[in-house]
């Protein structure tokens, strides 16, 4: 009787029908809140797994914490340096040794500044890694040379 049904549309053949085609529209179209879900899935996953290499590496944690420092500390100091010379500047007749010296200075920071924000986001914005890595990256050159920036 089924068949004689489904040939003839019987009430159940049409309904089966129409379910069939909605779940197969519904596996098509990938909504926002699908979307959002496999978003925090993946932000979930990305956390974990920075968690899980700290507490694998965690023996390091003193040699990662001096290289820090050390970096961070010279670049800060370029950048006192500087903006020192730039103030000594106006009060000395050799001006201009002292201005060459501050850009000296100056630029030298600026080429640290890539390394150094990646410092910082390691240490203060772990779980926001992924971005800010690909940001870094995007100023590098296409020699691995990191641009000012």
Known sequence: MSFIGKILGSDAAIS????????????LIYTDEE??????????????MVIGWMQTTQGQNLARRV???????????????????SIISIWTSESERWLSMAAMMQN??????????????FYFAAP?????????????????????G
């Not at 089966?16 to 596996?27: A, E, P």
């Not at 979307?35 to 974990?48: G, H, M, P, T």
């Not at 590098?140 to 641009?147: N, R």
């Open 128 to 148: 926001h890694m992924g971005d800010i890595v690909s940001s870094l990256l995007s100023k590098m050159g296409k020699d691995g040379v990191i641009t000012k």
């Open 16 to 27: 089966k029908t129409i379910d069939t085609v909605s779940n197969g529209l519904d596996k």
């Open 35 to 48: 979307k959002a879900d496999a978003a925090a899935s993946d932000r979930s996953e990305a956390r974990k």
């Open 108 to 121: 030298g920071a600026e080429s640290m500044n890539t390394a150094v924000m990646l410092i910082l986001a």
């Open 67 to 85: 290289l820090a420092l050390a970096i961070t500390a010279t670049w800060l100091l370029q950048y006192i340096l500087a903006q020192t010379a």
